[in-house]
């Protein structure tokens, strides 16, 4: 169904068929719309959505936010959403409701791990770097058949849905390695954003994995990137590291360990076990010696680090290293990107992400999404 990706601009919804269709639209208390003829996709299709707003979300203790700083941040989160309204300005087939959050985030802090009484480990910033982070977000929940009535429309909300918008301003939405793995100078690696390369959308990257219903854009200050790629020779002398921390501290548990009977079995079946890591680890930093010494020769080692998923080749056999459009790349936060002459309230870059399911009225709002939303706007808006 191609029918929102053709409809806007411009044309205006043709309600009065509808008309044969429905016999009242919902009031707010209402669960169902009752229609003259058996629910159907084709009826469904026809029938209007709503635009709904939800309550906003405050999770910005710490930062202490004025309210005219407060205020800032939501006259921005409304210009997005004025966005939104430009290229989907009515729903069909579904509810879509949308509210702004604010929290408390930081960015490009230097940290350190210490352990604790509980047997893991504390993150500690060396000095705390505060952003406020914000986000808007759009969920786009289906309307359905009534099973137990064939003349009744389900309305969609509250309920669930995997198509969503969401646009964070300040926060990469990456996931963070912990102490296991170290870090680039204090500086926590980051995976999952970058999203691999999927194609070139003008002066933007469209990111995501090709077969899976999810797409991203990051938008930043021209020239400037608000992450710094790993290369691969930090991400290989990591990988070295943590290769032999691991397996030596398994090793030396297995050695150590009190056997629960003490004859020949049981330590045969540890002796092995400790036969076999030894044989893993050393497996493993072959690989990775090796790969330390072709990228050496090739000149290839202060290219990104870019993996198929989060260290895998530590334990699978697969490619240590893959191209842009086949991975992750793995960076820290460029400690340099955050302007400190800026307000708190202030987008410094932006992060663009949509998810949706395959029912048409869904699809064709992610199609939409990836053809018209103005990006660019969202670009002028960085450092204002």
Same mark, same amino acid.
């Given at each position: 169904?191609?029918?929102?990706?053709?409809?806007?601009?411009?044309?205006?919804?043709?309600?009065?068929?509808?008309?044969?269709?429905? !016999?009242?639209?919902?009031?707010?208390?209402?669960?169902?719309?009752? &229609?003259? +003829?058996?629910?159907?996709?084709?009826?469904?299709?026809? +029938?209007?959505?709503?635009?709904? $707003?939800?309550?906003?979300? @405050?999770y910005s203790e710490g930062l202490h936010l004025t309210g005219i700083q407060?205020?800032?941040?939501?006259?921005?989160?409304?210009?997005?959403?004025?966005?939104?309204?430009?290229?989907?300005?009515?729903?069909? %087939?579904?509810?879509?409701?949308?509210?702004?959050?604010i929290a408390y985030g930081t960015f490009a802090e230097q940290v350190k791990?210490?352990?604790?009484?509980?047997?893991?480990?504390?993150?500690?910033?060396? $000095?705390?770097?505060?952003?406020?982070?914000?986000?808007?977000?759009?969920?786009?929940?289906?309307?359905?058949?009534?099973?137990?009535?064939?003349? /009744?429309?389900?309305?969609?909300?509250?309920?669930?849905?995997? &198509?969503?918008?969401?646009?964070?301003?300040?926060?990469?939405?990456?996931?963070?390695?912990?102490?296991?793995?170290?870090?680039?100078?204090?500086?926590?690696?980051?995976?999952?954003?970058?999203?691999?390369?999927?194609?070139?959308?003008?002066?933007?990257?469209?990111?995501?994995?090709?077969?899976?219903?999810?797409?991203?854009?990051?938008?930043?200050? *021209?020239?400037?990137?608000?992450?710094?790629?790993?290369?691969?020779?930090?991400?290989? @002398?990591?990988?070295?590291?943590?290769?032999?921390?691991?397996? @030596? $501290?398994?090793?030396?548990?297995?050695?150590?360990?009190?056997?629960?009977?003490?004859?020949?079995?049981?330590? *045969?079946?540890?002796?092995?076990?400790? %036969?076999?890591?030894?044989?893993?680890?050393?497996?493993?930093?072959?690989?990775?010696? =090796?790969?330390? /010494?072709?990228?050496?020769?090739?000149? &290839?080692?202060?290219?990104?680090?870019?993996?198929? %998923?989060?260290?895998?080749?530590?334990?699978?056999?697969?490619?240590?290293?893959?191209?842009?459009?086949?991975?992750?790349?793995?960076?820290? *936060?460029?400690?340099?990107?955050?302007? $400190?002459?800026?307000?708190?309230?202030?987008?410094?870059?932006?992060?663009?992400?949509?998810?949706?399911?395959?029912?048409?009225?869904? %699809?064709?709002?992610?199609?939409?999404?990836?053809?018209?939303?103005?990006? =660019?706007?969202?670009?002028? !808006?960085? @450092?204002?």
């Amino acid at each position: 169904m191609n029918a929102l990706i053709n409809e806007f601009p411009g044309m205006k919804i043709q309600v009065t068929i509808l008309f044969l269709f429905l !016999m009242a639209l919902s009031s707010p208390g209402q669960k169902f719309i009752k &229609t003259e +003829t058996p629910c159907s996709d084709e009826v469904l299709f026809k +029938t209007p959505g709503r635009w709904l $707003k939800d309550r906003l979300l @405050d999770y910005s203790e710490g930062l202490h936010l004025t309210g005219i700083q407060k205020k800032e941040i939501l006259n921005r989160l409304d210009a997005i959403h004025q966005m939104m309204l430009t290229i989907y300005p009515h729903p069909m %087939a579904l509810d879509a409701a949308w509210h702004h959050s604010i929290a408390y985030g930081t960015f490009a802090e230097q940290v350190k791990y210490e352990p604790n009484s509980q047997g893991t480990v504390n993150r500690v910033a060396l $000095k705390e770097k505060p952003v406020a982070s914000f986000n808007y977000r759009s969920g786009f929940f289906r309307y359905d058949c009534n099973p137990n009535n064939p003349k /009744e429309i389900l309305l969609g909300y509250p309920g669930e849905t995997y &198509t969503w918008i969401h646009v964070y301003a300040n926060t990469l939405e990456a996931k963070e390695y912990g102490a296991d793995i170290g870090t680039i100078g204090g500086y926590p690696i980051l995976f999952g954003q970058p999203q691999p390369l999927i194609k070139k959308m003008g002066d933007f990257e469209l990111r995501g994995i090709v077969d899976k219903r999810e797409r991203w854009v990051i938008i930043h200050r *021209e020239g400037m990137l608000p992450y710094i790629p790993v290369t691969r020779k930090q991400y290989l @002398d990591l990988c070295i590291a943590y290769i032999e921390r691991q397996f @030596d $501290k398994g090793i030396k548990e297995l050695k150590e360990a009190s056997l629960p009977f003490d004859d020949k079995d049981n330590r *045969e079946m540890r002796d092995q076990q400790i %036969a076999n890591s030894i044989q893993s680890r050393d497996a493993a930093l072959r690989r990775h010696r =090796e790969e330390l /010494e072709k990228n050496t020769n090739e000149g &290839t080692l202060e290219l990104p680090a870019v993996v198929t %998923a989060s260290f895998s080749a530590l334990t699978h056999d697969v490619p240590i290293f893959v191209s842009e459009k086949e991975g992750w790349t793995l960076v820290t *936060e460029n400690p340099d990107y955050m302007r $400190k002459d800026l307000p708190k309230y202030v987008p410094q870059f932006f992060v663009v992400k949509w998810t949706w399911s395959d029912w048409p009225p869904q %699809a064709d709002i992610a199609k939409l999404i990836e053809e018209r939303f103005p990006f =660019e706007k969202l670009q002028a !808006m960085i @450092d204002k």
